[in-house]
Each structure stands twice: as structure tokens, then as C-alpha cells.
């Protein structure tokens, strides 16, 4: 069963330093979702791409946080630099994109420490 | 705005039965079921489009009342991999995305 996979699993770093995630979503899947959950609360939307072109990025904090998803298949989520306040699990999600169904498959996500 | 999850947990022995109720204040297109184990991701439960519709997962079940904006979740007869936390998440159409409710943690005993 294919499957949106996510790398690294865990990322501990110290604040002030910067980080990267990689998603790689379901082969045909044209929307990906970058999500951020906080311990104990549902996943929140940070930005969403439609293809290549960003779809809705705002509750993305962009003085930090950049996205980007260059040939419309794999994406990379940076925080730059890392503040105490962003330790949370990083979630990728991905679609077909059909707006009336949007099924949406997760990842296993990255959980990030930040010290 | 984020819908309104409740109960906030809820503790079960195996056989017995839950209801989950998901709440929102805006029109919807549509309520999708999410289950969450520690340390693992969201798990596409179903999903419940404008109509009133109700689906069935093993036996799990769902609702969706269109004039109450409310959706209930239903676990017949429980069993111990029910276990974990249950998202709401609705989709109000613009983009197709969705927004979570914080979830209801699920605990079946032996």
C-alpha cells in the first residue's frame, strides 16, 4: 500500500539553529499539506500546495518558516531559526485534490525538539 | 474555527459502547473521521458528505446532521485496538482542507 513518507523520524536541535523536513507524498497525489501538532491538540494546517503552487500558507509563521515543493511531487519544510516554542510533531499529508471528498493520508511525521 | 470535540476522553471496557460528537458553527461540505495511536499518524477513518449520510467501518459508524452542523462517531461493541485519540476534521469547501478538532483519547480495558 503506498504510503506519504517522511524524513527524518526525530530531529533534536538547539534554538537558533535551522531545520529541514522532507516529504515524499502518494505517487498522483497533487495536494500536500504540511501540518503541525502539538502535543495533546489536533493537527493545524501551516501551508498547503497544489502542485507546485502554494494553495494557503496562512498560518504559516513566514519569518521563520518557509515550504516549498519545487517539481510538485516531493517538499521540504524549514524553520529558520528554531525557536523553543516550535518542539511539536511536523505532519505531511497528501491528496488527489478532489475539494469535495480531499481524502487526506498522513505520514509518520517528524517529531522536533528544539533545546 | 476550530469544531468542538466531546467527550474530551472517554474510558471503556471491551464490548462496551462510545459516541464521539464533533461540533461546528459554520456551514460544512463535509466531516472526515481521523484515528491517532501514540506516536503514529492520523488514520483516514470515513468520511460524511452534506446529506445526512452514515457510514460504517468494521463497527464504527458515523453521522452527519447537516442542520445541526454536528457529527457523531459510534464504537459498537469495542474491542481493545480501538484504542487512541479520534479527530474531527472539516472541510468548509474553499480549499478542500481541513481543521481539527483536539480530539477525543480513547481507552479500552481488558
Known amino acids: 500500500e503506498a504510503e506519504v513518507a517522511q524524513s527524518p523520524r526525530y530531529k533534536i536541535t538547539e534554538k537558533s539553529q535551522a531545520v529541514a523536513f522532507w516529504c515524499d507524498p502518494i505517487?498522483?497525489?497533487?495536494?500536500l499539506y504540511w501540518y503541525r501538532q502539538i502535543l495533546g491538540q489536533g493537527p493545524e494546517l501551516l501551508v498547503q500546495?497544489?502542485?507546485?503552487?502554494?494553495?494557503?500558507d496562512s498560518q504559516l509563521p513566514k519569518d521563520r518558516f518557509s515550504a516549498e515543493r519545487l517539481k510538485g511531487v516531493d517538499s521540504t519544510l524549514k524553520i529558520q531559526p528554531a525557536e523553543l516554542g516550535d518542539s511539536a510533531m511536523y505532519l505531511c499529508?497528501?491528496?488527489?485534490?478532489?475539494?469535495?471528498?480531499?481524502?487526506?493520508?498522513f505520514g509518520a511525521g517528524t517529531r522536533l525538539s528544539v533545546l | 474555527q476550530q469544531p468542538v470535540q466531546s467527550p474530551q476522553a472517554v474510558i471503556l471496557r471491551e464490548g462496551e459502547d462510545a459516541v464521539i460528537n464533533c461540533s461546528s458553527s459554520?456551514?460544512?461540505?463535509?466531516v472526515h473521521w481521523y484515528r491517532q495511536k501514540h506516536g503514529e499518524a492520523p488514520v483516514f477513518l470515513m468520511i460524511?458528505?452534506?446529506?445526512?449520510e452514515q457510514k460504517g467501518h468494521e463497527k464504527i459508524s458515523a453521522s452527519f446532521n447537516e442542520k445541526k452542523q454536528q457529527s457523531s462517531l459510534y464504537l459498537t461493541a469495542s474491542k481493545l485496538s480501538y484504542s487512541g485519540t479520534y479527530f474531527c476534521?472539516?472541510?468548509?469547501?474553499?480549499?478542500?482542507?481541513?481543521?481539527f478538532g483536539k480530539g477525543t483519547k480513547l481507552s479500552v480495558k481488558p
Open positions: 476534521g472539516l472541510n468548509r469547501g474553499s480549499q478542500g482542507n481541513l481543521i
Open positions: 460524511l458528505l452534506k446529506g445526512g
Open positions: 459554520k456551514a460544512l461540505y463535509s
Open positions: 505517487s498522483g497525489h497533487a495536494t
Open positions: 500546495f497544489q502542485d507546485e503552487s502554494v494553495v494557503d
Open positions: 499529508a497528501s491528496s488527489l485534490g478532489d475539494l469535495a471528498k480531499n481524502i487526506q493520508y
